[in-house]
């Protein structure tokens, strides 16, 4: 069995599904992250696989123990990192990270060694006797992320916990979950960022609470269909618009500092260069790309019942 799976998961709150029948496997010892929009029903799934929510419908079991029948045990095993910094602002590093692991039972002998270890591998050890309020927000997500495995949990479930946080922080914080991962912990983290989704085993794209795809990114870019196209011209949007009337254009969106054009072969390059030229577009660039997550994903929302494209 996985260490975490997850079948038919339900939450509905009134009218509205915020999870709609999710099954999901998490095999020991992998790194699969959780990407989608706001509002994909990403952290509703997350607090039922924690037991801290009950589903409506569907079962789930987390490091051996089923989320209904025994929530205890799933709390016990399970570090689970939610997206608000849930620790004190006047108790200092080392004060927060003892009282995390005193409230699970961590061996008194065992709390110094270890909370000296995660200082170490957060690089957090000049701050240890500062107020947590006083933290940058990257410190904050590394003292977050030490207290989550305080007492060393076989399975981490983090919701988004590098958003707003800098790029070099960033880096420094999938650093330490690469070494966290090399100890034999499982981590499903949700994220909004496609590059951090790049670095992780597979990904399960979520959408209006269903999941859409779960695979590893090689296999997600290469089931996407046609040649993407980057596109950099000025004004953007007047050159998204005139790209997505040409016929030999499938789908378009903005992507970055660019458009990215989904076309049937790499020939249609130079006509839609003189198809956006000709609409007075300056157009600085066309050339084929491999495709994105994020071209994968849009790709999937436009055969995803009620979308709208003209958002993308």
Known sequence: MGAIVARGLTKRYGSSVAVDGVSLEVRQGE?????????????????????VLSPDAGTAQV?????RE???QVKAR?????QAFALYDDLTVRENLRFVAEMFGVPRALIGPRMDRLLAAGRLQAAADRL????????????????????????????EPTTGVDPVSRRE???????LNRQGKTILV??????????????????????????APRTLRARMPGVILEVVAAPRRAALQRARELPGVIRAHLFGHALHAVVSRDADGPRLREALT?????VESVRAVEPSLEDVFVALLATHPGHDDTRH
């Open 31 to 51: 790194v699969v992250g959780l990407l989608g929009p706001d509002g994909a029903g990403k952290t509703t799934l997350l607090r039922m696989l924690c037991a």
């Open 63 to 67: 490091a051996g123990a089923d989320t």
């Open 70 to 72: 025994a929530p205890e």
């Open 78 to 82: 399970i570090g689970y990192m939610p």
């Open 132 to 159: 947590a309020g006083h933290l940058s927000g990257g410190m904050r997500q590394k003292l977050a992320l030490a207290a989550t495995v305080m007492h060393e949990p076989e399975v981490l479930v983090l919701d």
């Open 173 to 179: 914080f999938w650093e330490i979950l690469y070494d």
């Open 190 to 215: 949700a994220t909004p960022y496609m590059d951090e989704a790049e670095r992780c085993a597979r990904v399960a794209l979520m959408h209006q609470g269903r999941l859409l795809a779960v695979e």
């Open 278 to 282: 000709a609409q007075g577009i300056v």
